[in-house]
């Protein structure tokens, strides 16, 4: 702890998502721009993993992907592509932003779980 507030000093830490200030936690991403993050969660379509709006209570195929089968088994997203973690990605791949990386594998890491936890479930 007392390096991590040490090296904020030298080397103080902006947000990835918006560049302002990340406070006392140790993420290079600000609360705001993690609460703007719109994450996919069930129910999504059984092979795209795009997200449905509205109930669904059974496995769901969306038109995209019953009218024109990808060629592909299954593909999951932790968050959809836009606002804050566009930017978070586009300083990861492009600015070689290589200290987000534990923020993304959080991220990822939550869409696993969320996963298992729906293929537990029977969806």
């Not at 592909?72 to 836009?82: K, L």
């Not at 300083?91 to 729906?118: E, H, P, S």
Request: proline share 4%; net charge neutral.
């Amino acid at each position: 702890m007392m390096f991590r507030t040490l090296l904020d000093l030298v080397y103080p830490r902006f947000c990835a998502g918006c560049g302002g200030a990340v406070g006392a936690n140790e993420s290079h991403v600000c609360w705001d721009c993690l609460s703007a993050i719109q994450y996919v969660a069930h129910p999504y379509c059984s092979h795209c993993g795009d997200p449905v709006f509205g109930r669904v209570d059974e496995a769901f195929t969306c038109y995209t992907c019953s009218s024109a089968t990808p060629h592909f088994d299954r593909a999951r997203s932790a968050a959809r592509y836009q606002g804050p973690l566009q930017e978070i990605m586009r300083n990861f791949k492009y600015r070689k932003g290589l200290w987000t990386g534990d923020d993304i594998a959080q991220l990822l890491l939550a869409c696993v779980n969320m996963w298992v936890g729906v293929q537990h479930a029977g969806y």
